[in-house]
């Protein structure tokens, strides 16, 4: 170990190092670091807010009897007062448009709350400490150090913020101590300025290492745009490089257009749009035969509305003007005998040595039952969403009040019969949110919502959501080994339905009597969280197909045990839009382990 004074001993940067922070520097831009440093600041006011009511309702009951009943109501009302504000103003800055432009601004405010929250405290220090019993007296000093305390990684990122903060909760208590008359008091007196001096020391220096942290983070991202630059430079020399493999090759890949046995339509025209040949899947698409096509050379427009040329001209010029090649154009192409296809095209101009235009593939595929189909689809999952949907949450709901007893006994048998329909329509809504989920992941339409919280927490709060499900199917659920704080990215949400879906397989499959097991490993820059039960195991025949959609692999059982076959396949679509995987073992003794892997969280 060494001895104090080698540890403050700091080494002189080198001459590279002052280099780059000098750099950085230039780089980073001051607004957006000040906003930064509000953003961080602001994020901790949720926090604070809790704690500061949960300590003053904790302080208010510890502090309250009878002489100083109407004192202790009056501070609690300061409390409820000053957190209203401060609750008032996280909700504005968060609703705010410009959080960078009027970064001081919110600074200053935040400022003048975080003023306000510690005088709060100090008024309790220096009002209720000399009123008190001793053991009152050393809760009241044990709190305000906890709340001083506190504030440094609050305000980490204003050290100023926290020397007044700091100041209002212990400078008064310090005063009370002072002249309070106990010799003893007075020394604590002495002491809490300079325990206040050291507090805001090593604010100061968390201040500086976020200040410098914020200030290389911007600095990098100028480096990136101008390495974004750089590449974007080379992709244009790469395009003209092959331009020109693109000139020597024209005539080859002509032939290569024009083979007959193209399953998509293709067409050769000139630059003025004068349709030059067509092969055989574009005879058969449009009605046009190649040998007409190649005799008269009619304009393209043949294949364009009346009311769309003028249009088509337009484009066609500016086709011929930029030489850049379109794709993925959808347009409604009548046929020679009067019928109409929608098809999908990609229009690539041939330019020769000298830049001119020599011609112009188009290359057409028909869309037209895939764009029917696409609208029975969306038809269907909104008759899902609207007329199955709705209706029947209303039934189950309905059911559910019979079942209840809230509108009075029933006869067995009609109890029985509503509880079958209770579940069989349970399980009918089950599979249309399943649908209408993979639905919205496959169109690209599922909007996550990642934050960054506490996988342990998250893997508790589902086991104590599913113990109904557990208990449904006499089994337990417990924790094997100890679950790892571990922070990550990801959609709560969608996290625990993952972690629902997998315990309640778990727990269908078991089993009764039997305990469905968690454990969470940690594996580096990734955490894997397993949920392992004792069922039949899955079968070799089955396991490519178990995250597929509709999966089962023992249909009898499923309709015995209930479920849809989609949970697995939406577990796995999700799971991957939170950059994670998701798999599943056999087990050694029996059973499967099912299991999901994601991203640690990068503390900044």
């Not at 080379?234 to 020597?248: H, N, S």
């Amino acid at each position: 170990m060494s001895s104090p004074s080698a540890a403050n001993e700091a080494p002189a940067p080198a001459p590279q190092d002052a280099a780059r922070a000098e750099d950085a520097r230039q780089r980073s831009d001051p607004q957006r670091v000040l906003a930064d440093r509000v953003e961080q600041l602001y994020s901790q006011m949720p926090l604070g807010i809790v704690f500061t009511l949960v300590i003053g309702a904790i302080a208010t009951y510890e502090l309250w009897d009878n002489r100083t009943r109407e004192l202790v109501l009056f501070w609690w009302g300061l409390v409820l007062l000053v957190t209203a504000a401060r609750t008032a103003l996280w909700l504005g800055y968060r609703k705010s448009e410009d959080r960078v432009g009027q970064a001081k601004q919110w600074l200053r405010w935040l400022g003048i709350s975080a003023l306000a929250n510690g005088a709060n405290w100090g008024f309790a220090g220096a009002v209720f400490f000399p009123s008190h019993t001793d053991e009152q007296q050393v809760f009241l000093a044990f709190l305000l150090a906890g709340i001083a305390s506190a504030g440094i990684p609050t305000y980490a990122a204003s050290w100023p913020m926290f020397a007044m903060y700091a100041a209002a909760v212990v400078l008064p208590f310090a005063y009370v101590l002072a002249n309070f008359g106990n010799p003893l008091f007075v020394e604590i007196a002495v002491l809490v300025p300079l325990f206040y001096l050291a507090n805001v020391g090593i604010a100061y220096r968390l201040n500086q290492v976020f200040h410098s942290g914020y200030r290389l983070r911007h600095a990098y991202g100028r480096l990136t745009e101008d390495y974004t630059t750089l590449n974007k430079r080379l992709e244009r020399q790469l395009v003209e490089l092959e331009e020109a493999k693109r000139q020597v090759e024209a005539s080859g890949r002509k032939l290569a257009l024009f083979t007959e046995r193209a399953p998509i339509a293709v067409l050769e025209l000139d630059s003025q749009g004068r349709i030059q040949r067509i092969n055989h899947a574009a005879e058969n698409l449009f009605g046009w035969p190649s040998n007409e096509v190649a005799e008269k050379n009619p304009s393209v427009k043949i294949l364009i509305r009346p009311e769309y040329h003028e249009e088509f001209d337009t484009q066609w010029r500016e086709l011929m003007a930029s030489r850049v090649p379109l794709a993925h154009l959808r347009v409604r192409n009548p046929r020679r005998d009067g019928l109409e296809v929608v098809c999908e095209w990609n229009v690539t101009p041939l330019v020769n040595p000298e830049g001119e235009v020599v011609g112009v593939i188009a290359q057409g595929q028909d869309i037209t039952r895939q764009m029917e189909a696409d609208q029975l689809k969306k038809e269907f999952t909104s008759t899902l969403s609207h007329e199955l949907r709705t209706p029947l949450t209303s039934i189950i709901g309905s059911l559910q009040l019979i079942n209840s007893g809230v509108l009075g006994d029933v006869e067995k048998d009609i109890a029985e019969l509503t509880g079958v329909a209770e579940r069989n329509g349970q399980r009918l809504l089950d599979l249309i949110n399943d649908i209408l989920d993979i639905e919205k992941i496959e169109s690209g339409k599922l909007a996550m919502v990642p934050e960054v919280l506490a996988l342990d927490e998250l893997v508790n709060e589902s086991l104590v959501l599913n113990r109904g499900f557990a208990e449904r199917f006499q089994v337990r659920f417990q924790v094997s080994g100890n679950l790892l704080p571990v922070k990550v990215s990801a959609d709560r949400k969608r996290l625990v339905q993952i972690m629902t879906n997998l315990l309640s397989n778990a727990a269908k499959f078991s089993p009764q009597g039997e305990a469905v097991e968690v454990e969470m490993e940690d594996l580096g820059e990734r955490v894997r969280v397993s949920v392992l039960d004792r069922g039949p195991g899955i079968p070799d025949s089955f396991r490519s197909r178990i995250f597929g959609r509709f999966a089962q692999a023992d249909s009898s059982a499923t309709r015995q045990k209930g479920g849809t076959g989609l949970g697995l396949a939406i577990c796995k679509r999700l799971i991957e839009l939170m950059d994670g995987r998701i798999g599943f073992n056999n087990r050694d003794q029996g059973g499967t382990a099912f299991f999901f892997e994601l991203p640690k969280h990068a503390a900044p």
